[in-house]
């Protein structure tokens, strides 16, 4: 119990102290202005996740080692997506840098998944078949109606909609595993909803371009450290329960 205890509070802290820090900029009344002040801030959060990332591979050896790249590809990701700067002076869209970052994140986690679940023990059945379709139609049509922009720049909208396929990809395995196996894979599949869940705030905001709610960065900020805290943790108890 201790033991969990542990292993829970590291990421309960950076979601707490998340929150606290939200609840100071209650006073800051633009998306835009919230961000030029909590662009260290957030990186700092993401740095945190970085280091709990490597904790949890010192402990849980190479079984851990794609989901430490993950983070690793996120953290960059997190750092362009942040638009410090001298990201925008080098790069007119650094958000293009952002969306490879977590592309290159979802591919590791694809294959932390699939280290521990081969894919043949996953789509087993109709219903694998069907979830995953749903995972990839369903956003697919979101993407059209609420993310889509023309007045955009056609990279960003084109990177945009593959990065959502394969994040949406890895969601229905998640989603999929938990159905056939139940336990920690609950652990993942939480992760990947609300990892879902950020990039589509995300994606109608910021990636969109024409919509800046106060709380355009908060919103995906915050779902964004619950989504890579339970999926570290859900990779981790998965790669004990299953390879010991």
């Not at 080692?65 to 993950?70: C, E, N, Q, S, W």
Request: glycine share 8%.
């Amino acid at each position: 119990m201790t033991y969990y205890a542990v292993l829970i509070s590291i990421p309960f802290a950076v979601i707490a102290a998340f929150l606290i820090h939200w609840f100071t900029l209650r006073v800051i009344p633009t998306a835009k202005t919230r961000l030029e002040v909590s662009r260290g801030v957030y990186l700092g959060f993401s740095f945190q996740i970085l280091t709990f990332s490597l904790l949890l591979f010192f402990l849980g050896r190479s079984v851990f080692l794609a989901p430490v790249f993950a983070i690793g590809f996120s953290f960059i990701g997190d750092w362009f997506n942040l638009q410090f700067p001298i990201a925008q002076k080098n790069n007119g869209e650094p958000i293009i840098g952002g969306i490879v970052g977590f592309m290159m994140a979802q591919f590791f986690y694809i294959a932390a998944l699939l280290q521990l679940l081969p894919i043949t023990s996953i789509y087993v059945g109709p219903i694998p078949y069907l979830v995953t379709a749903v995972f990839l139609i369903l956003p697919a049509g979101i993407f059209y109606f609420r993310v889509y922009n023309p007045k955009r720049s056609k990279p960003i909208m084109v990177s945009a909609f593959v990065y959502g396929l394969i994040l949406c990809f890895f969601v229905s395995l998640t989603v999929n595993a938990y159905i056939l196996f139940g336990g920690f894979w609950i652990y993942l599949m939480i992760g990947g909803l609300f990892f879902l869940g950020s990039d589509a705030v995300m994606g109608e905001t910021t990636i969109n371009g024409e919509r800046h709610p106060v709380w355009e960065y908060q919103v995906p900020w915050i779902t964004y450290l619950i989504a890579q805290s339970f999926l570290l943790v859900g990779f981790f108890l998965l790669s004990h329960s299953l390879m010991h």
